[in-house]
């Protein structure tokens, strides 16, 4: 298995004129998680926004397999499931048409929907239009791209939030299996996280 390998190189960022990390550097490599922990403004979301060249930062660089990914940002682009805070989702559409657009943008073919669903607890919701979604349901359709078709990289904002026990061990155990199969991963949490058969490295911001 090729060894890939995402690294941050001497990063600052600066959000309305306060600095929120500077000369942060870390890399993380095929089959391996990268959790980002700190208090609310510390940073996490921001850092990975640089991560998934949705953001640039003030100095530094982030590069993929020796290349800047803000360089080639479409190509990067391709490689990677980015999962945000806000869900992303279409509110007007149903669950069913918010995965036939994701499918559409990311010009994949898409299997085993259904099953995915009854996995989420999404299936008997199909027909219904996200804004009717709980916020745990969002949060499940938010994450079920990352189940339907493989990327080498997620970068994923607090995965486990509004996700009940079961919602969370299924995305665990994804976690885990996207990860033994040579995926990296790089997610911020406040829950505690700890997966016994993976290599993981924790990064914690400190607000200043």
């Known amino acids: 298995m090729?060894?890939?390998?995402?690294?941050?190189?001497?990063?600052?960022?600066?959000?309305?004129?306060?600095?929120?990390f500077s000369d942060f550097s870390f890399s993380v490599s095929s089959g391996e998680l990268l959790l980002i922990e700190g208090e609310n403004g510390a940073g996490k979301s921001s850092l990975l926004r640089l991560l998934a060249s949705l953001a640039t930062p003030i100095t530094g660089d982030v590069t993929w397999q020796g290349e800047s990914i803000?360089?080639?940002?479409?190509?990067?682009?391709?490689?990677?499931?980015?999962?945000?805070?806000?869900?992303?989702?279409?509110l007007g559409?149903?669950?069913a048409e918010n995965?036939?657009?994701?499918?559409?943008?990311?010009?994949?073919?898409?299997?085993?929907?259904?099953?995915?669903?009854?996995?989420?607890?999404?299936?008997?919701?199909?027909?219904?239009?996200?804004?009717?979604?709980?916020?745990?349901?969002k949060r499940r359709l938010?994450?079920?791209?990352?189940?339907?078709?493989?990327?080498?990289?997620?970068?994923?904002?607090?995965?486990?939030?509004?996700?009940?026990?079961?919602?969370?061990?299924?995305?665990?155990?994804?976690?885990?299996?996207?990860?033994?199969?040579g995926g990296i991963a790089v997610i911020s949490s406040h829950h505690a996280i700890s997966l016994s058969t993976i290599k993981m490295h924790t990064l914690r911001l400190t607000a200043c």
């Open 2 to 20: 090729e060894i890939k390998t995402l690294q941050a190189i001497n990063l600052s960022c600066v959000r309305q004129y306060k600095t929120l």
């Open 142 to 181: 938010a994450l079920a791209k990352l189940f339907l078709f493989p990327k080498q990289i997620w970068i994923v904002d607090e995965p486990l939030t509004a996700l009940d026990l079961a919602s969370q061990e299924f995305f665990l155990h994804a976690l885990t299996s996207h990860l033994k199969q």
């Open 70 to 90: 803000y360089q080639s940002q479409t190509d990067y682009r391709s490689e990677l499931h980015y999962v945000g805070h806000a869900n992303g989702l279409k």
């Open 99 to 137: 995965l036939k657009l994701i499918n559409y943008l990311s010009s994949a073919t898409i299997k085993n929907t259904d099953s995915i669903l009854q996995s989420l607890q999404l299936f008997k919701e199909k027909n219904k239009q996200a804004s009717h979604l709980s916020a745990g349901q």
């Open 93 to 95: 559409l149903t669950v």
